[in-house]
């Protein structure tokens, strides 16, 4: 069973940065997309940064966020940079493997105002 691991969530001041890791159990060459997700109470699930492991390609909404990938580690990260509160949210890690879609349980991300 393939599993998506996150950690490195937490409380984080106005104006900081955090990076959150993605823990991967199987090749993330299985994967025809990688990213990250955010929902925030009383909201839907959002996209946060999206792209293709082993290429350059990046889908960010938010410049401020960016993915990055270890081979060796066989972890995905998401470096977020100048956070405010309406970053606060539970933060999901999202791959697509063979059509099916794959998440991670979640690490929440709080900035207080």
């Known amino acids: 069973q393939v599993q998506l691991v996150e950690s490195g969530g937490g409380l984080v001041q106005p104006g900081g940065s955090l990076r959150l890791s993605c823990a991967v159990s199987?090749?993330?060459?299985?994967?025809?997309?990688m990213g990250w997700y955010r929902q925030a109470p009383g909201k839907e699930r959002e996209p946060v940064a999206t792209g293709v492991f082993d290429t350059n390609y990046q889908d960010s909404g938010k410049p401020r966020f960016t993915i990055s990938w270890d081979s060796a580690k066989n972890t995905m990260a998401l470096q977020m940079n100048s956070l405010t509160p309406e970053d606060t949210a539970v933060y999901y890690c999202?791959?697509?493997?063979?059509?099916?879609?794959?998440w991670g349980q979640g690490t929440q991300v709080t900035i207080p105002s």
């Open positions: 999202w791959g697509r493997q063979h059509a099916e879609e794959l």
């Open positions: 199987v090749s993330m060459y299985s994967f025809s997309a």
